[in-house]
């Protein structure tokens, strides 16, 4: 499944996959073969960080 390119419908999906199916982000990468840093790097330029503690973007 291919995430979206749109940053803010790419902020809910992967949030909602990290709430409802992966315990981190690293399992959600290793599953969908997605790059950690390209993802993250894609969210900080919209505005948002990944939060370990909370498992989401904030």
Not at 23 to 33: H, N, Q, S
Not at 37 to 44: E, F, Q, V
């Amino acid at each position: 499944m291919a995430l979206p390119n749109d940053p803010i419908m790419l902020l809910s999906m992967v949030n909602l996959k990290l709430r409802d199916f992966y315990p981190t982000l690293d399992a959600l990468c290793d599953d969908l073969d997605e790059d950690k840093t390209a993802l993250c790097a894609k969210l900080a330029a919209a505005g948002y960080e990944y939060d370990p503690a909370r498992n989401q973007f904030v």
